[in-house]
């Protein structure tokens, strides 16, 4: 990783567990079970060229697991770690707006050593645009081409680092039945305002959509383990999440090497 430019994101996707159910079972002396949906996390690291385009030499770490939040920045860091992401020369973590995620990156951040000037945290782009859309949306009285011309101006605001200006925006709307709501959209744009530095991420020529996660949670859970009748065994879905992590970040050769070392291991 020296001298390279790391973006690093994570998200969640969902999947339905066959859990046990209490009471009694059925008449053919099988357990009864529940679907419930669960929220695998998954993580991807890339690195970017001088274009802010991904590397094609350097294939993504991929990795998913059920076991919760801190599990996968458990092995977030561990990547990072191996990956010698001191070195680098810029890392970005990039993700929506999910508190789990901002509330672990300080320590990971602290637990790698990385120098402030290393490190810049940014909110999807297209996620708070998502959000300016549900304020306009908000305003019952506004036609439809107001929504979008009021959604628009914000948006170039935000693109031009004006993110003051678009506080006060959603600020000034707040009135009439739907103030509340509308307070909350503010208060997401005011607790991830150091987040939205998307004019100085442009210029550096990073990432400002995570379209990398979007597209791995989607590849790795959804088109696999996410679907009409199919439900999991959590080991069963553990096991199949780290297949297709591997498989889809073209590291397939490295999960085999993996496993005839552990074996070759075993035997000796």
């Known amino acids: 990783m020296a001298g390279r430019r790391v973006v690093i ?127 306009a949306a908000l305003r019952k009285d506004w036609r439809a081409k107001a929504r979008t011309r009021w959604r628009t101006q914000q948006r170039h605001l935000l693109l031009r680092g004006e993110v003051e200006q678009v506080i006060a925006a959603v600020q000034g709307l707040c009135r009439g039945r739907n103030s509340k709501a509308i307070r909350t959209q503010r208060d997401y744009f005011i607790k991830n305002k150091s987040r939205l530095a998307y004019a100085k991420l442009m210029a550096l020529k990073l990432p400002i959509g995570s379209g990398a996660i979007e597209s791995t949670v989607r590849r790795v859970v959804n088109l696999r383990l996410k679907g009409p009748s199919l439900f999991w065994c959590r080991a069963s879905a553990e096991a199949i999440l780290l297949l297709r992590s591997y498989y889809k970040a073209g590291r397939w050769n490295m999960l085999k090497r993996m496993a005839t070392s552990h074996r070759a291991l075993l035997e000796t």
Not at 70 to 90: E, H, K, M, T
């Open 9 to 135: 994101s994570s998200d969640g996707g969902r999947l339905r567990l066959r859990e046990t159910k209490r009471g009694p079972k059925t008449k053919k002396g099988r357990r009864r079970y529940t679907g419930a949906w669960r929220e695998p996390k998954v993580l991807i690291v890339y690195v970017v060229d001088a274009e802010g385009q991904r590397e094609s030499r350097f294939a993504p770490f991929i990795d998913a697991t059920l076991q919760g939040p801190d599990a996968v920045f458990a092995l977030l860091r561990s990547y990072l770690q191996r990956l010698g992401i001191p070195q680098a020369d810029q890392g970005l973590f990039l993700a929506d707006g999910a508190p789990w995620i901002w509330k672990r990156v300080p320590l990971l951040v602290q637990a790698l050593g990385l120098a402030a000037q290393q490190v810049h945290e940014l909110l999807d782009f297209y996620h708070a645009v998502q959000h300016l859309g549900q304020v």
